[in-house]
């Protein structure tokens, strides 16, 4: 940490030395340095050289030693050995020196005494010579001829290298130290031929920056790179003096700008600080209006919720909330009467009284202006009522007396059509009407519409609820006094019939017992009591008839007409000379299987009644439509003319005469009520002196064999005649 | 009791034969011992003795001084009872001066005498032991010493023997005992006289080194008239 921080202040500190100081550094940086690497180089040098010629000079001595030995190892003397290896007493460094045989055993030994040398180990000789810390071992072979016979070992202190390295070192050294020396007394000499020139230069710049007076120049020596950098010097000199002057104006004018900008610069803030009160204002303008709408939903929501049935009731609930939300005196719900055309005040709510009231009148024709208004537009905000042309009128009468200055009167409308008016009225300070103040009158308007709108509809049902009420009883009592009708016709002509029987009876007594007291009128008038009577009797049968229909509800079934009619027609047991025909194939039909009978009885029937031609002719057929059949009875009988036609089918209507024809004339009026009854109608289509026809409906229900109505092909089925009606 | 007595047995009869084996290595290993050292000695001495002979091999050199062939083996000759044994069969092999090594063995002369016991003055083989580079005169042939280093006087044969008196009738190195090693004594007049030059080396190590011997007078004698005939 410390070397770090000391590292950057080192360089600082060499940075701001002076050209002299560093010149000299420099010159002895490098001497200094040639000079210890020389040293460490030659002393290595010396120190590995010294080691090898150590070495080798050991291995010489060793090797002399061995050749002297080679003998006394042959003969196996020893003694000679030993001898000889003392001879190297006389060097002084060897400390130890062993002869071994090739076998291993230790065969001659030197030793100094006191020497603390180790005796080297046979089994750890090394291969030519070892450096241990304070000793070097060196081993050679001893040789005879090419065979070895056994080693020689001498182990030599290192101490008279170590001492020579030494006194080596000391004296690099000490030259290092002298020529170090000597090299600084010259660079000190020397470097003033490179720094003065530069000194000089650097004194002139400090006096020419210290005292700013661009005039001096430097004096010029010579042409080496100095010079030339006191020629540049000079330049620049006159170059900043010129520099300088221009700077002057420049800076006079600069500040001129600055002045002038500093004064935009404050103009522009103080309108951008105008411009953020201003945003400010606007900002807490929008938060009151939030504040603002987040009431009236409120105040909206908590009506809306309200479902009081009663609409008197919610007005006032309604006005009362719309003066708190809005903060106004009065708050007015008036509707729209048409005649007079006028508005009527339905509640009005006074705030500071907390009183409601109502039934005032505003009279179209008295503020022309402010009908037109709320009958035009959407909402009437005035936020100077009395000045406002819309409401101006309403100045003298209403506005002064009760020191209302602006209004905020909202139409209410429903489906489009005026309904009324909603009126906020504030007293005191002339208001603006915001936007969303706006808006919740028009809310208020709308509720007030669907308000009224839900109470007409409610009325509206209640009163359909009554109606119908009335029309189920209406249904209920006419039901009963139809039936009690019917059992009335029925109990009477039945009750009817009996008399009747009485007085045919006695007329039979009267003819058979006084029949020939009587002269022939009496007979003739006897004739016609008579008469009278079975016609009598047979309205009775036919009023009877009618009346049993529908009385008596017999079950449907499946009826086929096919066999139906041959039965019909040997009932009523035609003459001769009317044919009577009808399709093949005719469908069959779901029906009371009596009351079909009696139609074709009735309908045909009639056909024989009314035959007036010598060769009648009665065809039946049948045809199909859209979830209907239609049978047709056709003959070529008188036919009816067809003014009659909505006649026929009432009841006691014939077209002939009575006495032509027993007839009841309710035969066709049984026809219509029985087919009716089965859901179908009655049509009669005739030519007066060619034929009638008529038809009559049934409709199709889901029978399982109908499977024969599809056959358009009319054939005849009565083998007795081939002609059709048509 | 069984194994006990096994046990017994065994160790008797071991410590019987480690005896008896014991004898017999001690009995033939103590004249043995000395031999093969004097064997081995009689091998190195070659190598401490310089002559034309005993020079080593050399491809170039053809037969310089006639008799020194250096790719024929160094032949060692043992005169008389060979005490030696086994001894050479250890060394078999071994080089000397690069040259392999052969041991002749040659008769003494009593193995030569006659019915009266006399004995030859010339061995029947004297030229073959001339052939001989170093020639071991027994202890048998003492009584006939001149006999045998006589005629090979002037030879370069080195003779050896290990009997005493052996240097002072001209013999060159004599074997002999102190504080049970063995020793040599060397006459180098004997050596010179048979041109051979024995290396200092040598003759550091001789216990004795004889300068003259019962031959000096003659030598004396034949420089005298050499000189004179030159």
Known sequence: MKRRRLKPALTAWIRNLSLRHKLVATIMLICVSALVLAGATFTAWEWVSLRRAMVIDLSTHADILADGCQAAITFEDSADANEILHAIAAIPSIQVACVYTSDGTRFAMFMRMDTAAPIPDRSHLPQSHRFDRDFLTVVRPIMLETEQIGVICITSSLDPMNTRLKHGLLATLSIILVVSLGAYLAALRLQRVVSSPILYLAGVAHVVSEKKQYGIRAEQHGTDEVGLLVQAFNEMLEQIQQRDSALVGANEQLEARVQERTAALSTANEKLTREITFRKRGEQILKRRTQRIVRHQRTLAKLNKGTNDDIAAAMQTMTEEAAQTLAVERVSIWFLSEKPAALVCEDLYKQSENTHESAAQLRAADYPAYFGAIESSRIVAANDARQDPRTGEFNASYLKPLGIVSMLDVPVRLHGKLLGVIRCEHAGQPREWSLEEQDFGASLADMIALRVEANQRRKAERALAKVNKHLAETVRELRRSNKELQDFAYVTAHDLKAPLRGIGTLADWIASDYGDKLDEEGQQQLGLLKGRVSRMSGLIDGILHYSEIGRTAKCREQVDVNKLLPEVITQLAPPNHIVITFEKNLPTVVFERVRLLQVFQNLIGNAIKYMDKPQGHVHISASTDEGIWTFSVADNGPGIDEKYFGKIFKMFQTLTRRDDLESTGIGLAVVKKIVELHGGTVTVEAKVGEGTTFSFTVPKQDAPSQARQDNPDVSEAASTSARSSE | ?230
């Open chain 2, 1 to 230: 009791m069984m194994n006990k007595s096994v046990y017994i047995f065994a160790v008797l009869v071991m410590s019987w034969l480690a005896f008896a084996t014991g004898r017999t290595l001690c009995a033939q290993e103590t004249p043995s011992k000395e031999y093969r050292i004097k064997a081995a000695f009689l091998y190195n001495f070659v190598m401490f003795v310089d002559s034309s002979r005993f020079q080593q091999p050399t491809r170039d050199e053809g037969e310089g001084e006639g008799e020194a062939d250096p790719n024929k083996p160094i032949l060692i000759g043992v005169l008389g009872r060979d005490p030696f044994g086994q001894s050479f069969e250890a060394l078999k092999g071994r080089q000397v001066r690069n040259r392999p090594v052969v041991v002749r063995r040659f008769k003494g002369f009593e193995a030569f005498a006659d019915a009266d016991g006399r004995t030859p003055p010339r061995h029947p083989r004297q030229n073959t032991i001339e052939e001989c580079h170093v020639l071991f005169i027994c202890a048998s042939e003492k009584p006939h010493l001149k006999n045998i280093l006589d005629p090979i006087r002037q030879r370069p044969i080195l003779t050896v023997a290990d009997t005493p008196g052996f240097l002072e009738t001209g013999g060159m190195i004599n074997f002999l005992i102190e504080d049970k090693k063995v020793r040599f004594e060397i006459n180098t007049v004997a050596a010179e006289r048979a041109k051979l030059q024995i290396r200092a080396k040598l003759l550091r190590l001789a216990k004795r080194v004889v300068k003259n011997d019962s031959n000096s007078e003659r030598d004396n004698k034949e420089r005298e008239t050499e000189d004179e005939e030159t």
